[in-house]
């Protein structure tokens, strides 16, 4: 299924490769001359305190994608999110940073525009983030505060802050209210259209849409005249499967959120059209409170979960990777795929296909209609749709939207390239090496990523992967 909002393309869709830099100013971007002297092409251009160099690479870079280190290099990323059309990121500086799409203010340097370049994210004094969730154009964090922060849009009150708008941006972060006095929060996802936080209790909170129960507090819209009668714009708890539940894992997807327990039980709620909740049954009828994920096997606990757009993945306390929703594109990763217009509901867990015997899966993200996972070797594999290149294995498929239903390695960008965190976008995908360089493959709308050579799918001017070397001299890091 495919978003219904329409997604904007601008001149500023330039090509995205992240790399380890040293870091200026934040500076609004100083475009390239309009119309360069004849038989020239500019060699290098400054923003933000980066610069790029060439300002375009070759034309026939298809799916590619490349991780740059500059001469001058200081700067890693620890951990990294993908959303819609924007990331985030957080660099061994303690600074955020994000690129990409600014529509509604959702990278968080208070300012409009899309970047291609990272900017940082103005966190409030004093502050520095330790954890960043990127959403459906807006992005939450976690503060070394312990307090939760949010910005980009709130159409349904999804950033947590006492109010929704359908048209103003955010484009600074604010604090979430606290549901109860003195909240911390050590867990945050943000999702399609609504939030989810772990406080430092283990209590799991929810915030934003709510027509098909996704906040799990037994309420939905419905029943409703109004659907968005059910929207919350301020944390309420999830409601509790068991008494004494305590939670150590939540994940926000399109329309339905997951979640697990201290026990290892993983349990779903919210949107049900395709087994996305795992329970077993599927229909269209919403599911407000948490209901126990179908164990594959007796007595599975699961270590980690994540919610995509109509699907899920999961992986279990013995290394292995299961799957259940919709599976139109192969996203389930399980050797089938039901085709482009095969809407049919997989609502059981079953095993992702291991790509070598006994695969042992550390990490596991579930984008909009494509997996991403690393294995215990550090290698990275993806499944599902290439409809951008996401998929990071050299190509991608356009109007054809083949189906990639099993997990196949991703291309390395150098040899012998080992992985320690991956993030599924909507349709593009981001990835850390143990070297702390951050690679990105997908979209190039709005530039999250690395370009893909165009075709009919989409238009646009192609700019194709650029290098991203530090200022000369180098500006020094300021703390906002």
């Keep these: 299924m495919r978003h219904t909002r329409t997604r904007r393309t601008t ?15 934040g500076g609004a971007a100083r475009q390239a001359p309009a119309n360069p002297p004849p038989n020239r092409t500019p060699t290098s251009e400054s923003v933000d305190g980066f610069t790029l160099s060439p300002t375009k690479g070759p034309a026939n870079t298809a799916g590619t994608h490349t991780t740059i280190t500059p001469p001058t290099s200081g700067i890693t990323f620890t951990q990294i999110s993908a959303g819609n059309g924007h990331s985030l990121a957080i660099g061994s500086d303690g600074n955020t940073y994000a690129w990409g799409d600014n529509e509604y203010g959702q990278l968080g340097n208070g300012t409009g525009g899309d970047r291609n370049i990272p900017v940082r994210v103005h966190a409030p004094a004093g502050v520095r983030f330790t954890q960043v969730s990127a959403g459906y154009y807006y992005s939450l964090a976690i503060g070394d505060d312990g307090h939760a922060y949010s910005w980009g849009y709130n159409g349904h009150g999804q950033l947590g802050n006492g109010s929704s708008d359908w048209i103003s941006s ?11 006095p003195g909240t911390t929060w050590t867990t945050i996802s943000a999702g399609h259209e609504h939030s989810l936080g772990i406080d430092n209790h283990g209590h799991a909170y929810s915030w934003g849409r709510n027509i098909y129960g996704q906040l799990g507090d037994n309420s939905n819209g419905t029943n409703s005249p109004n659907y968005d009668n059910a929207d919350k714009h301020t944390p309420v708890r999830v409601t509790d499967p068991a008494p004494g539940t305590t939670w150590t894992a939540v994940s926000a997807g399109d329309g339905h959120s997951l979640g697990i327990d201290s026990d290892g039980h993983a349990y779903g709620w919210g949107r049900n059209r395709f087994g996305q909740l795992g329970n077993g049954s599927s229909d269209n009828t919403p599911r407000p409170t948490p209901a126990r994920v179908t164990d594959p096997t007796a007595g599975t606990t699961w270590k980690t979960i994540s919610a995509g757009d109509e699907f899920s993945l999961a992986i279990d306390s013995n290394g292995h990777a299961y ?42 993200s579930a984008g909009h209609g494509h997996g991403l996972a690393i294995d215990n070797n550090g290698h ?19 109007v054809h939207q083949t189906p990639h239903p099993t997990p196949a390695r991703v291309t390395d960008p150098t040899p012998n390239t080992t992985w320690t965190t ?22 190039p709308l709005h530039a999250p990523v690395c370009h893909v050579t165009p075709g009919p799918a989409y238009t646009g001017t192609p700019h194709p992967p650029l290098r991203f070397v530090s200022p000369q001299p180098p500006v020094p890091t300021a703390r906002l």
């Design 11 to 25: 001149a500023t869709a330039l090509a995205m490769t992240l790399a380890i830099a040293t870091i200026g100013g």
């Design 170 to 180: 955010n484009p600074t972060p604010a604090r979430i209210i606290d549901p109860a």
């Design 323 to 364: 799957s259940w929703g919709a599976n139109n594109g192969g996203q389930l990763g399980n050797g089938s795929s039901d085709g482009i217009y095969g809407h049919f509901p997989h609502p059981t867990p079953a095993r992702v296909t291991d790509p070598t015997p006994n695969t042992h899966w550390t990490t596991i």
């Design 380 to 398: 990275a594999y993806s499944w599902g749709y290439n409809y951008y290149g996401e998929l990071g294995n050299g190509g991608r498929d356009g």
């Design 422 to 443: 991956i993030s599924a976008g909507y349709e593009h995908s981001l990835a850390i090496d143990n070297h702390g360089h951050a690679s990105s493959c997908g979209l």
